[in-house]
């Protein structure tokens, strides 16, 4: 999937969505030719997200906009900072706004939700990963937000590799049924993906590792006292990934389990966005 034709996309829709045939009131009140200055101010203590995206935002409504960077995307930030400048054709800073606002204020919600997971694990080996749960049209937006928040990416959707799970497995006849069509599924298709077995238990593990032929396997709701016994029957000879009833509490004990990932659904799904506002400045 390419980055800049997704942006690009996105943005036309989401202008479409709130300009419609026309901002009215600015068009009523601002001569086109008028030029202007503002700045991103910083209202909330966090991690700074989605500069990138605005640029593109500026300048997809006035191609001859100025941003003047300050603070790169994957920083800390704090109040009173300004992440930049923009200067440009009124009309374009004033119907830019709300969609600038709208996707920093969550990407950077995003990023600093995600940078207090990864702080639980400083000096351990396991990464934090998200999921598909991120808001329709904007999960790159989402994932690139996790990325600066120091966190890891899983599939970016159902193209990327071969996730088999619980309803997966239980429509499929079984686990070595599920397995075994979904590697001669990739076969056919020359198809080179990695696969992905959902386990809910320690039987499931002992079937997986008899059939074999995937890379990492998923432990779905296991307690810590049987995600250890889980990283001890796997012993290394496929990744391992923790997933649900994880919380920010229980995070590290399940790292130190010794689990090569642990997936979390919160990094993109109850997150808070983050205080920022766009203000106009005298120049």
């Known amino acids: 999937m390419q980055l800049n034709s997704y942006i690009n996309d996105f943005i036309d829709l989401a202008f479409r969505e709130d300009i419609g045939d026309g901002d009215h009131t600015s068009l009523s009140i601002i001569p ?5 200055k503002a700045q991103l101010l910083v209202k909330q203590e966090g991690v700074l997200s989605g500069s990138f995206v605005a640029e593109k935002i500026f300048k997809k409504l006035d191609r001859d906009i100025n941003i003047e960077f300050y603070i790169a995307d994957g920083s800390p930030i704090a109040p009173g900072d300004i992440a ?3 200067k440009g ?7 830019a706004e709300r969609l600038v606002l709208n996707v920093m204020q969550r990407m950077s919600g995003i990023a600093t939700q995600t940078s207090k997971y990864v702080s639980e694990l400083k000096g351990l080996k396991t990464k934090v990963l998200d999921t598909r749960k991120t808001t329709p049209c904007m999960r ?11 966190g890891e990416n899983h599939r970016i959707g159902l193209f ?7 309803n997966h497995i239980d429509f499929a006849g079984g686990i070595e049924n599920a397995i075994k069509s979904a590697r001669n599924y990739l076969a056919e298709k020359n198809l ?3 696969i992905e077995v959902e386990a809910r238990s320690i039987k499931d593990i002992e079937s997986i590792m008899k059939v074999g032929g995937i890379q990492r396997i998923m432990l779905d709701n296991f307690s810590i006292e049987k995600t250890r016994e889980a990283i001890a029957i796997i012993n290394g000879k496929y990744e391992t990934e923790s997933s649900g009833g994880i919380t920010i509490g229980n995070l590290r004990q399940y790292a130190e389990c010794g689990v090569d990932y642990i997936s979390v659904g919160a990094l993109t799904h109850q997150i808070k966005s983050l205080d920022l506002s766009l203000k106009a400045i005298d120049y």
């Open 89 to 95: 054709k009124v009309l374009a800073l004033l119907q």
């Open 140 to 150: 790159l937006l989402d994932k690139m937000a996790v990325k600066h928040g120091g």
């Open 32 to 36: 086109a030719a008028t030029t202007g």
């Open 160 to 166: 990327d590799m071969v996730l088999i799970k619980d």
């Open 84 to 86: 930049f400048t923009v």
């Open 192 to 194: 080179n993906l990695k």
